[in-house]
């Protein structure tokens, strides 16, 4: 009897599961039950595990505060981005291949020019950090003894850094090397100038360490425009995206967005990994966007500019119809701008979605169409009691 994976029973119990994992808190219970028979499962879907001990209650409608990456580190309240990834990203040389650098990982997103430690000097000494030598600090060294020299470098990799990137294509001497295998530091080389390679390095790890959430919904970038299309489970988001695709939009996530808080007025959303390019269809299934519409029907990431909250249409309740003032929702303290929008039978989503970008595109420009209404009334009005007179 076959189990896990390669079971057809079990795969469609597994891929039931994936489909219910955002509104269910059952899934919790079945991941654990079929851990011992694929582990392998358990790790890809690690991102849908819940905060059991979260307070519901305290998270705006719709969001969830699933884990992005590690449940460790979701649990304790912190980001984390191996080595390896930043290698890879910006195209660093390992001249160190003998030191492992896949369970080195980074906390924080600042670099350190070691300039101080050089001479000597420890005190406040950020070792955590991405230590990094440039022309001043070569030539420094350059400028010492052997000895000297030797004693700077065994002090500096000795203190417990994650690496020393040597920037400009600079050569570390053949003892620097053998010092930094020894107490398993990588060294990396870049060819990029120094200040040139600090800016991208904090740029990207600002983005990769920023503060993330996982929320239930689809983000769609309509004009230019992110679009986070939010609702109860088979409202009709994922067919409102299916539909924007079709009209030339591009999809970057659907059911699950990544939303991280890159500063104080921006977050930017993406697909997890597991689930990227990916629609759920009831009654049709799991479709490849990217497959079926092409690589210009999808986006890795995009950042949020407004929020439609799809509802079922309540008779009793007053809808907004002029647009005056702005709503928001909020997501990791900064605020979105949200329209709540009624679903009935008959109304073209799609069509919605895309004059409500294009109208919040308009606003960002200084052009505010109720306002015009409104300041055209004010003027007939007083027309009016001119001719009054």
């Not at 979701?74 to 390896?84: A, H, I, P, Q, W």
């Not at 030539?139 to 850094?161: C, P």
């Not at 895309?354 to 306002?371: I, P, T």
Request: hydrophobic share 35%.
């Amino acid at each position: 009897m076959q189990s896990g994976w390669n079971n057809r029973n079990s795969r469609s119990k597994y891929l039931q599961i994936f489909s219910l994992a955002y509104k269910c808190d059952i899934i919790i219970k079945e991941l654990r039950k079929t851990r011992r028979q694929n582990p392998l499962l358990i790790k890809g879907f690690g991102f849908l595990l819940r905060k059991n001990k979260e307070d519901k209650s305290s998270a705006p409608a719709g969001q969830s505060h699933f884990p992005s990456e590690n449940m460790e580190d979701f649990m304790n309240g912190t980001e984390r981005v191996k080595l390896s990834k930043v290698i890879e990203k910006m195209q660093l040389t390992n001249l160190t291949p003998d030191v492992d650098t896949s369970g080195i990982w980074l906390h924080i997103p600042e670099v350190n020019r070691p300039a101080l430690q050089l001479t000597g000097f420890y005190n406040q000494f950020d070792n955590d950090r991405i230590q990094i030598i440039g022309n001043v600090e070569y030539s420094y060294l350059s400028s010492l003894s052997e000895t000297d020299r030797y004693e700077r470098y065994m002090q500096l990799l000795s203190s417990n850094i994650p690496c020393l990137v040597f920037c400009r294509d600079l050569e570390p001497e053949a003892k620097v090397i053998e010092l930094a295998t020894k107490y398993k530091i990588p060294i990396l080389k870049s060819k990029a100038a120094t200040s040139a390679f600090m800016a991208e390095v904090i740029r990207w790890l600002n983005v990769q360490l920023a503060p993330c959430i996982v929320i239930h919904g689809v983000l769609v970038d309509v004009y230019g425009t992110g679009v986070l299309i939010t609702g109860e489970s088979g409202i009709g988001k994922s067919e409102a995206a299916l539909e924007l695709i079709k009209r030339g939009h591009r999809l970057v996530t659907d059911d699950a967005v990544e939303i991280r808080k890159v500063s104080d007025e921006t977050l930017i959303g993406t697909a997890p990994g597991v689930t990227k390019y990916f629609i759920e269809l009831r009654g049709i299934g799991i479709i490849d966007v990217k497959t079926l519409f092409g690589v210009e029907s999808i986006k890795e990431t995009q950042q949020i500019d407004m929020v439609m909250k799809l509802e079922d249409w309540n008779k009793d309740r007053e809808y907004d119809r002029l647009g005056l003032e702005e709503e928001y929702t909020e997501y990791l303290g900064n605020k979105v701008v949200c329209h709540s929008l009624p679903i009935r039978p008959g109304r073209n989503l799609a069509v919605i979605v895309e004059a409500a970008a294009v109208n919040h595109r308009q606003k960002k420009m200084g052009y505010n169409a109720a306002k015009e209404l409104y300041r055209r009334v004010q003027e007939n009005l007083m027309r009016g009691d001119d001719d009054d007179e």
